[in-house]
């Protein structure tokens, strides 16, 4: 395939891309979006197939684990539940970090199969681009691994802090620095290892501090960091598709990165640093069950819901875990039968990454119309009737503008308490992912339904 015919198929798959990031930003367009990223991956691949020239013997091996890489993320992604998303979306984000770091490696140990001159003698612009790509390559792969680890339970969500470890994070990115102006001078292999090295112990000590109230955050970042790194072997490469994409996802996810800790009321820097979370929340978490609570039955909740006019639905991830999307679109249609108006509310951080629960809504045929972000529903819980709070914890609790040593402190959160009732699903008095109370469980307004989220729902559609 010619150079030129090649450079404008890349250009038509950028285009495609562009336009697969403007449909996924919207639910409505989101599926048209999904489409057009495929064809463009579909197109850039083939075109760097058919621009290799040379199929020699090992080209075999490259479509060997091209089929064993493809059938096993179709097989994962065919089986992940809706609920692992989050951890799935982590660990493919290491895998594209680590396979920066592989094509930096070769790239640096043979670098005449790449053009780029050879050992000991590579292009000062192609050392500049593999380092960076490693780099930044190793940090994205140990650090969605910790994210991952965080996500499954494996590890613990709590923060894991020690004393100095700002600075100690400052002085390894400073030593990155001074390693990589040293390597382009000297291209000692030895300096390269240890770069490489050291990326990945930065990786892991930047995502520990972070809390689980900041993850949604943790999941963007590093999304955006596995898009530089793909961005900075495109150059070594000298692969157009690669450079187009890597950019797109690298300035996507920061753009999302800032708008989600918009959303939280947090400093992007502070989050990244990581420390939220680390605030002691012993003292309140032992006089929890001391508090009185109210709580109830399928059969009191659906006699507030028969008697409200207005009922606002608060998803979260409790629904996610019990996949009780579809179960909670069957009492919705019943109360509309009813003519009750029914919206839903949704956190920007409900669930464990962006718009984890507006693909579940959609997953259940949820009328786009219906759902509506915190900005545009909060002023509406002081005039509703009934507050359906499915799952959703951390994103509902009223210290987050009471405390100001609470870790949410300052995260805007859905104004629940001021409906004139709360119904809340929950299977205990559990805290949520950021490890504290919540004190809308204790509110007079509120009844307590604990229970498995969809077997509640499917009870109270029973009783309506």
Known sequence: MSANLSAILYLVSGVLFILALRGLSSPETSRQGNLFGIIGMVIAVTVTFLSVGNFSSGF???????????????????????????????GFHSLVGLAAVFVAISAFINPSAFNLGAPGNIKLASLIEMAIGAAVGAITFSGSVIAFLKLQGIMSGAPITFKGQHLLNALLLILIVILTIYLCSTQSSNLFWILIAISFLIGFLIIIPIGGADMPVVISMLNSYSGWAAAGI???????????????????GAILSYIMCKGMNRSFFNVILGGFGATDQTASNQNKEQRPVKSGNADDAAFLMKNASSVIIVPGYGMAVAQAQHALREMVDTLKKNDIKVSYAIHP????????????LAEANVPYDEVFELEEINNDFANADVAFVIGANDVTNPVAKTDPQSPIYGMPVLDVEKCKSVLFVKRSLSPGYAGIDNDLFYKENTLMLFADAKKMTEDITKNL
């Open 60 to 90: 075999i091996y490259v479509l060997i684990f091209l089929a064993i890489g493809g059938s096993l993320g179709a097989f994962i992604a065919y089986r992940i539940p809706m609920t692992a998303m989050p951890e799935l979306v982590a």
């Open 234 to 252: 495109g150059f070594t490469l000298e692969n157009t598709a690669l450079i187009i994409t890597g950019a797109l996802v690298g300035s996507s």
């Open 349 to 360: 951080v409900a669930g464990r990454m962006p718009g984890h629960m507006n693909v579940l």
